[in-house]
């Protein structure tokens, strides 16, 4: 795919005076400028860059570049779709405005409404209906994690020559070491399994007496890093020490999972300078965690460009989800919050900043979703994807470098068949096409339409200057009238979701319900297991970390019953499928769960 050209930074100055000079006064204007960014603490000193090139057995200046991009990924936790100075926030974020003003700024992104089926989304390139993650999150004490027959972008990366390391938040699960991130295509990993955690002691209770460290390196617990640093200092150190050890003439892909801005709203003192004045102290604690957040991203490409990835990376930013009114973040004037369908879950902030874009400078208003960074990352990488990935992402790197139409149409924004159901929905509300009791909700061009309980509805005003935000939410609050479990709106015509319009466009209420029933009968079934009492910490040394371990002996049954099972294929072919039973409840009958708990729980074509 065509892409700008690059030009690469000159050879490292051999002369040990012009080094230490060169440093010096880096490291002053950093300590000066940007607060806790220390290159001399990380073992970064004179001729450190030049150390490392020869650690690896390189001479500098020797090997030329590679035409393959090196790609950071950054993703915040739980940012505000207004949270962000270019769409008019209060809290200062000058270093994302700058990146944003001269890339391509996305205006019409969408992630998923909660942390763990964005990420699923990202590193697939699928929906989750396709890998069984439809219903809420990866809970700390759940047998669960991203299904290990689904190929990762950084296992497809690494084939094509990549060093891939991520740090932060994975949130993926973690039950049995398969799942773990080193397991799923990372070189290095160094952060947290869990969804949250202190930002300073990084420990973590799921329910009262299950509590736990969750801070890892690689696979093991890193204990040594329990120093009382802020997690999102401590995790832009740990990219300036891979940044300063990896040679840029050779690909990396760095998937940078920032813990900010999500619960606990923590942040050290100093950052709550400039917002005294907000006197809801939610949104005040909010303020700075982000204000911290904004300045470690000018210390990574403070660090990119140090080191000499810079004219040939592309950086990525995006949030997980919409923000949590009630802990600081603010959608305004999109309606909803996290965890819901409306735009205030699922519009997220989103740029690209990359000297290799053609279009520098713009803001491409296509449609955009989480899923299609797996397929664009992978064409930009010179890798290949597999012709039996079933993806549900598109290649849109034309559409924000070059300005080019969108090859994305619709999102399904998911079909959740577990979800509190509504309770008047009922297929006849659907037309005869949809239950309208299951939660879901689908964008075809400009139309969105959802169905069941979208979840919280309202608009939330600013709340900066305001300790009385329920008082003002309700000047907002529109009552729909009872029953309703289907809604319409024009997107283009009126973002804010104000206007419902399925009683008016019965037709195209019927054409998006249909491709919801088709999108459905492609679903998977549902991964969303009990708790395991195994997974408590004080069974695993005070540490959340994987605990199932499959017994030898059910090992070696299973193995039997397989091979059993592959001979009496051979000489019978007959079916187990019961008349009228879906697809879905015949898979989840083979696994000797009942049919009428199928019905019950999981299948919404019984």
């Known amino acids: 795919m065509a892409r700008g050209g690059c030009s690469w930074p000159h050879c490292l100055c051999k002369g040990k005076m ?77 270093t994302l405005d700058k990146l944003a003003a001269e890339g391509v700024k996305l205006e019409n992104y969408y992630v998923q409404p909660m942390c763990t089926p964005s990420r699923s989304q990202f590193i697939t390139g699928k929906y989750q209906i396709h890998t069984g993650l ?251 994807i597999d012709e039996d990935i079933q993806l549900d992402g598109y290649d849109i790197w034309e559409t924000i470098s070059e300005g080019r139409r969108s090859p994305r149409i619709d999102i399904l924004h998911n079909i959740d068949p577990i979800y509190t159901k509504a309770k008047n929905g009922s297929w006849a509300a659907g037309y005869g096409i949809w239950n309208t009791a299951i939660q879901s909700a689908i964008r075809v061009n400009h139309w969105k339409l959802l169905t069941g309980n979208p979840g919280y509805s309202d608009w939330v005003p600013p709340q900066a200057f305001s300790n009385a935000g329920p008082n003002r939410w309700h000047n907002e609050r529109i009552s729909w009238s009872a029953g309703k479990t289907v809604w319409l709106f024009n997107i283009t015509a009126d973002p804010y979701e104000r206007v419902d319009l399925s009683t008016r466009y019965p037709d195209v209420v019927k054409h998006l319900l249909r491709r919801l029933s088709q999108f459905n009968k492609t679903a998977v079934p549902v991964r969303y297991p009990p708790k395991d009492p195994r997974s408590n910490p004080k069974l695993n040394g005070g540490v959340w970390g994987p605990w199932f371990k499959e017994d030898e002996k059910k090992k070696k049954a299973d193995k039997r019953k397989g091979v059993n099972k592959q001979k009496k294929n051979k000489n019978k072919k007959k079916t187990n499928q019961k008349k009228g039973q879906s697809l879905h409840c015949q898979i989840l009958f083979n696994r000797s769960i009942s049919s009428e708990y199928c019905k019950r729980k999981y299948c919404i074509h019984c």
Request: glycine share 10%; with cysteine.
């Open 18 to 94: 012009v080094v230490v000079g060169v440093l010096a006064g880096l490291s002053v204007l950093s300590i000066l400028t940007y607060g806790y960014l220390a290159w001399d603490s990380l073992g970064l000193g004179p001729g450190g860059t030049e150390a490392a090139r020869a650690g690896m057995g390189e001479e500098p200046g020797v090997s030329s570049p590679s035409s393959q991009p090196h790609i950071i990924f950054i993703l915040a936790d739980d940012q505000g779709f207004r949270d962000v100075g270019y769409h008019g926030s209060e809290i200062r974020t000058p």
């Open 134 to 384: 439809q219903h809420s999150i990866i809970r700390p004490s759940q047998p669960n994690c991203l299904p290990l027959d689904n190929i990762t972008l950084p296992q497809k990366l690494k084939e094509v020559g990549y060093s891939t390391h991520m740090v932060g938040k994975w949130h993926l699960g973690f039950y049995r070491r398969e799942c773990m991130p080193t397991q799923r295509g990372f070189d290095t990993f160094f952060g947290s399994l869990l969804g949250s955690g202190d930002y300073y002691t990084h420990f973590k209770c799921d329910s009262p007496g299950i509590c736990g460290y969750d801070l890892y390196e690689n696979d093991s617990a890193a204990w040594d890093h329990d120093s009382g640093i802020y997690s999102t200092q401590m995790y832009t150190q740990k990219v300036q020490q891979i940044l300063a050890s990896h040679n840029p003439r050779k690909p990396i892909f760095l998937y940078i999972a920032y813990q900010a801005v999500h619960s606990p709203l923590q942040a050290p003192g100093k950052y709550f300078e400039h917002y005294r004045s907000i006197n809801n102290i939610n949104r005040r604690r909010y303020a700075a965690m982000l204000a911290c957040l904004d300045e470690a991203i000018n210390n990574v490409t403070l660090a990119l460009k140090q080191y000499g990835y810079y004219e040939n990376s592309i950086i990525i930013y995006s949030s997980d989800n919409g923000g949590q009114p009630m802990a600081g973040g603010s959608n305004w004037p999109l309606r909803g919050s996290k965890g819901t369908y409306w735009e205030g879950g699922i519009r997220a902030v989103g740029f690209v900043h990359s000297p290799l874009l053609k279009n520098k400078g713009s803001v491409c208003k296509e449609l955009v979703h989480i899923t299609d960074w797996f397929p664009t990352l992978i064409t930009l990488a010179e890798g290949q």
